[in-house]
């Protein structure tokens, strides 16, 4: 699962195929062919390890310190993450 982090205006959320938009719309982004790639215009990607995310959310604790996760930070240039311009995002959302 991807997160994106808009560094600008602090949101943080879920791409899903449809594009998304933090609050100031300058970080937009959605999935592409699969749950593996992804265009963004700017921000930064968070993935959460599936393996460990669904198991502490079930796991969830009623009391306590909470239940860890693996999540990891993507590097600026990753193979699955393409960077386009807000004109491109746009335009790639109105062509399909
Ligand atoms: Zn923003």
């Given at each position: 699962?991807?997160?994106?982090?808009?560094?600008?205006?602090?949101?943080?959320?879920?791409?899903?195929?449809?594009?998304?938009?933090?609050?100031?719309?300058?970080?937009?982004?959605?999935?592409?062919?699969?749950?593996?790639?992804?265009?963004?215009?700017?921000?930064?990607?968070?993935?959460?390890?599936?393996?460990?995310?669904?198991?502490?959310?079930?796991?969830?604790?009623?009391?306590?310190?909470?239940?860890?996760?693996?999540?990891?930070?993507?590097?600026?240039y990753?193979?699955?993450?393409?960077?386009?311009?807000?004109?491109?995002i746009?335009?790639?959302?109105?062509?399909?």
């Open positions: 699962m991807k997160i994106l982090f808009c560094e600008y205006c602090g949101d943080l959320f879920n791409l899903k195929y449809e594009l998304k938009s933090c609050n100031c719309g300058k970080t937009k982004g959605k999935y592409c062919t699969n749950l593996l790639n992804a265009v963004i215009t700017d921000g930064i990607v968070i993935s959460f390890s599936e393996a460990t995310f669904l198991p502490a959310i079930r796991g969830r604790p009623n009391s306590g310190l909470g239940k860890h996760f693996i999540a990891s930070i993507l590097p600026k990753a193979d699955t993450v393409e960077v386009i311009s807000l004109e491109d746009e335009k790639d959302n109105t062509d399909e």
